[in-house]
């Protein structure tokens, strides 16, 4: 049974790569850990608090990727793998019931939460893969990890030097990604050993995207429900949808579609530019997450003013802009400049209404959003008109 295990959980490559429902009902955690996020920053927009807001983030991303990545490998209806999401899943929601007070009481729980994530995954498939090439990468996986959770562990125990280690912990984690976790006698994994189902992972990323500018929107809702109905705060709700509109455009288009299919074109090598996906995906969410409790103070106060909303307001979309520039980049080889220019508009127009009413604000970044959605279309619209025209011309010829 043993030999035959392992074939039993890999799918084939050529798989479709459509995401499973067990997939889908995983990311559910990370929905609440976005909920909790953006709580925990709502009641800390200082820099200190976005920075240990980033950081929770980044764990959880890790989290969702690395299952992300596996689960591209493995047959979601194989009861293993199974077990494999559900494990994953329940870690995720402990860590994100701890993000509240992750650095006050509870940081235990979400480094313990995290480590048993990762090493359990390995306790799962390691005795499972035995005979396979895949069981030496996961084992140079586990033991990366299993050094990376001894500062994990000890910085939730040791408060003093509790962010320190644990970025020291993400930017090993994520630097041996890159790197292939090289390990002594284990050697490095190969590009072809890191292969991804393309269309499968380009699926999930904007399933996850999704998820977060969903999150904008339900926490806009309930905010504007609870705030009275009020002209001002309904305003700032419109405002709030049309960010999220804006935000979703700029997303899908140009590259969005198309990552899948450059990741295939690629090859082995194109694992580099899965990885590179995931970290800017990182980038983008967080500029979600601080759009959505920008948007979340502008609807209960809309006509007050509050520094936190405008670093947070104007932090929130330029992160998104940037590292959407960086994808469009990587896969297309370009930088829309549109976007380009629209980075230091958010800033300034953020800038030149620091000492505005919040709504004042929330109006000029989504402004901002949409004239470049606007600039970004023109070149289609133009050729629509254009082939519209010459389709007519023959119409236009024929006697009447």
Avoid at 23 to 29: G, H, K, S
Avoid at 160 to 173: D, G, H, S
Avoid at 269 to 290: E, F, Q, R, W
């Amino acid at each position: 049974m043993a030999g035959r295990l392992p074939g039993q959980l890999l799918l084939r490559r050529e798989n479709p790569g459509k995401a499973s429902f067990l997939e889908l009902f995983f990311d559910l955690a990370f929905i609440f850990a976005l909920t909790r996020l953006s709580r925990a920053l709502l009641d800390d927009p200082s820099f200190n608090g976005g920075f240990q807001v980033l950081l929770m983030l980044a764990a959880l991303w890790w989290v969702w990727f690395v299952t992300a990545w596996s689960a591209d490998w493995f047959d979601p209806r194989a009861p293993l793998i199974v077990t494999l999401l559900l494990w994953t899943m329940f870690g995720g929601l402990l860590m994100a019931a701890a993000v509240p007070t992750v650095f006050d009481r509870h940081a235990m729980v979400f480094a313990v939460a995290y480590v048993a994530i990762h090493l359990g995954r390995a306790a799962i498939l390691i005795p499972a893969l035995q005979g396979h090439p895949l069981q030496v990468r996961s084992l140079r996986v586990a033991v990366w990890f299993a050094i990376s959770g001894v500062l994990w562990v000890v910085g939730a125990a040791v408060a003093p030097a509790r962010e320190v280690l644990w970025v020291l912990a993400l930017v090993l984690e994520y630097s041996l990604a890159r790197l292939r976790w090289p390990f002594p006698r284990l050697g490095r994994s190969t590009w072809p050993e890191l292969q991804v189902n393309g269309t499968h992972l380009s699926e999930r990323y904007q399933q996850i995207f999704i998820i977060a500018l969903g999150e904008l929107i339900l926490i806009a809702g309930v905010t504007y429900s609870q705030s009275g109905l009020g002209r001002d705060s309904t305003a700032a709700f419109a405002l709030a949808f049309v960010t999220a509109v804006a935000l979703a455009r700029l997303y899908l288009v140009p590259a969005g579609g198309r990552l899948g299919a450059r990741i295939e074109a690629e090859g082995p090598p194109g694992s580099k530019l899965t990885l590179m996906a995931g970290y800017l995906h990182l980038v983008m969410i967080a500029g979600v997450l601080a759009t959505s409790v920008a948007m979340e103070m502008t609807i209960d106060h809309p006509g007050e003013h509050e520094t936190g909303q405008t670093t947070v307001g104007v932090i929130g979309p330029a992160l998104f802009l940037t590292a959407r520039i960086m994808l469009a980049a990587v896969v297309d080889g370009r930088w829309p400049w549109a976007r380009l220019v629209g980075v230091p508009a958010i800033i300034v127009g953020g800038l030149a209404t620091v000492r505005s009413p919040q709504l004042v604000n929330s109006a000029v970044v989504a402004g901002v959003l949409l004239l470049i959605v606007l600039f970004d279309a023109m070149p289609g619209l133009r050729r629509f008109i254009r082939q519209s025209g010459e389709s007519d011309a023959p119409a236009q010829r024929r006697p009447g």
